[in-house]
């Protein structure tokens, strides 16, 4: 089996729908398909910008270190998985090892996990060696609302809508310690004493800071508090870390085993959050390793639509240590239409999808009508 071509398809709503104080993810989308010569098609995308992904695709060679993915990869055994993710990062080392590059290999590593599953009959996490989960349980991820107020009636929301966990993130959080406190109670009182709530700082405060809100959260029974700090501060994670009565999750922002591994083992995070449309199945099984034999839990973070649900759950399924799956709950077609299967939470948890590969097919009328050009 070859590939014979790697197609990056630009999604976006139409801009009369799109602005900053609607959405903050799902707005756009990119899919890579990878085709073959035996009509097996993969599917993957990327958290990122998808215009940029697509660029970095489409691009033609610009020297040895510099190369657009497609063309590298056309023409190769799409089951020679982990050998294409060590050409697709060697051949473009002079544009890093993080960020983009990272960004659009993940899109193109998940369609060929899809590949393999198909062409194996198998779901995806049997072929990463078998689940520990055949189901996860699911918290709603959604922004804070303005005040403590409209906070809790999203959380009753949410719990209405069957999940037992709800995570709260994001701006206004960290403009003042008296709104902090009453965004943190109106979670609380929204979802109640039996359900689980997590909160995303959002990267807002400085450590000493973050010390103190987290014992101050500690009285709202906080399962989690994610990205207190700016993530570059990593002497700030290991200082704040070292003495948080909350356990703290950070990691979305990295991309890749080398940014993830270094953060791990300076930052002293209790749980790591790897986005597989940034880091790709096979650099994020590579983390989740390191992670797990550190002492480090891990989870996904997520934000985007149900291919990078798909991916998740057979990502998570696979890991030992995975005890919850964050699941975007952001109401825009794109975060919810590009595939046939919707993945939905029944009585807090979801299923992780059987069907060969991630066992999830694209509706083509939707990615025709928000495709761009």
Same mark, same amino acid.
């Given at each position: 089996?070859?590939?014979?071509?790697?197609?990056?398809?630009? +999604?976006? /709503?139409?801009?009369?729908?799109?602005?900053?104080?609607?959405?903050?993810?799902?707005?756009?989308?990119?899919?890579?398909?990878?085709?073959? $010569?035996?009509?097996?098609?993969?599917?993957?995308?990327?958290?990122?910008?998808?215009?940029?992904?697509?660029?970095?695709?489409?691009?033609?060679?610009?020297?040895?270190?510099?190369?657009?993915?497609?063309?590298?990869?056309?023409?190769?055994?799409?089951?020679?998985?982990?050998?294409?993710?060590?050409?697709?990062?060697?051949?473009?080392?002079?544009?890093?090892?993080?960020?983009?590059?990272?960004?659009?290999?993940?899109?193109?590593?998940?369609?060929?996990?899809?590949?393999?599953?198909?062409?194996?009959?198998?779901?995806?996490? &049997? !072929?990463?060696?078998?689940? *520990?989960?055949?189901? !996860?349980?699911?918290?709603?991820?959604?922004?804070?609302?303005?005040?403590?107020? #409209?906070?809790?009636?999203?959380?009753?929301?949410?719990?209405?809508?069957?999940?037992?966990?709800?995570?709260?993130?994001?701006?206004?959080?960290?403009?003042?310690?008296? +709104?902090?406190?009453? !965004?943190?109670?109106?979670?609380?009182?929204?979802?109640?004493?039996?359900?689980? /709530?997590?909160?995303?700082?959002?990267?807002?405060?400085?450590?000493?800071?973050?010390?103190?809100?987290?014992?101050?959260? &500690? $009285?709202?029974?906080? +399962?989690?508090?994610?990205?207190?700090?700016?993530?570059?501060?990593?002497?700030?994670?290991?200082?704040?870390?070292?003495?948080?009565?909350?356990?703290?999750?950070?990691?979305?922002?990295?991309?890749?085993?080398?940014?993830?591994?270094?953060?791990?083992?300076?930052?002293?995070?209790?749980?790591?959050?790897?986005?597989?449309?940034?880091?790709?199945?096979?650099?994020?099984?590579?983390?989740? $390793?390191?992670?797990?034999?550190?002492?480090?839990?891990?989870?996904?973070?997520?934000? #985007?639509?149900?291919?990078?649900?798909?991916?998740?759950?057979?990502? /998570?399924?696979?890991?030992?240590?995975? *005890?919850?799956?964050?699941?975007?709950?952001? %109401?825009?077609?794109?975060?919810?239409? !590009?595939?046939? &299967?919707?993945?939905?939470?029944?009585?807090?948890?979801?299923?992780?999808?059987?069907?060969?590969?991630?066992?999830?097919?694209?509706? %083509?009328?939707?990615?025709?009508?928000?495709?761009?050009?």
């Amino acid at each position: 089996m070859k590939i014979t071509r790697v197609e990056a398809i630009e +999604l976006r /709503l139409e801009e009369k729908e799109v602005s900053e104080a609607k959405y903050s993810s799902a707005q756009d989308a990119v899919v890579v398909k990878v085709h073959t $010569d035996e009509g097996i098609v993969g599917i993957g995308d990327s958290y990122s910008s998808p215009h940029v992904v697509k660029a970095m695709v489409e691009a033609p060679l610009s020297g040895a270190s510099a190369s657009g993915l497609a063309r590298l990869i056309t023409g190769m055994d799409p089951l020679d998985i982990r050998p294409i993710n060590h050409l697709l990062q060697a051949r473009n080392i002079r544009l890093g090892r993080r960020g983009i590059v990272c960004h659009a290999i993940a899109a193109i590593d998940i369609a060929l996990w899809d590949i393999a599953g198909k062409y194996y009959n198998q779901p995806v996490y &049997q !072929l990463l060696g078998g689940a *520990f989960h055949k189901k !996860l349980r699911a918290y709603a991820s959604i922004l804070f609302g303005p005040d403590g107020k #409209t906070t809790a009636e999203i959380g009753k929301r949410w719990v209405n809508e069957g999940f037992t966990a709800v995570k709260f993130g994001w701006t206004p959080m960290g403009q003042s310690e008296k +709104l902090d406190l009453e !965004l943190v109670e109106g979670g609380r009182r929204g979802l109640g004493e039996k359900n689980d /709530l997590i909160i995303d700082a959002g990267c807002c405060w400085d450590a000493n800071t973050a010390i103190k809100r987290a014992q101050q959260f &500690q $009285d709202y029974n906080v +399962l989690f508090l994610e990205e207190p700090l700016n993530r570059e501060n990593v002497d700030g994670y290991r200082k704040l870390t070292s003495v948080s009565p909350l356990p703290i999750a950070a990691g979305e922002g990295e991309a890749g085993r080398f940014s993830h591994q270094s953060f791990i083992e300076r930052s002293g995070i209790n749980i790591v959050q790897i986005d597989l449309e940034n880091t790709g199945l096979t650099e994020a099984c590579r983390v989740a $390793d390191f992670a797990e034999d550190h002492g480090v839990k891990v989870v996904n973070h997520f934000y #985007t639509n149900t291919i990078g649900s798909a991916a998740g759950l057979h990502f /998570l399924a696979s890991r030992q240590s995975a *005890f919850i799956m964050e699941y975007c709950v952001e %109401e825009t077609p794109i975060r919810w239409d !590009l595939t046939r &299967q919707k993945m939905p939470v029944v009585d807090g948890y979801v299923e992780v999808p059987e069907g060969p590969g991630l066992g999830v097919d694209l509706d %083509e009328e939707v990615i025709a009508r928000y495709r761009v050009g």
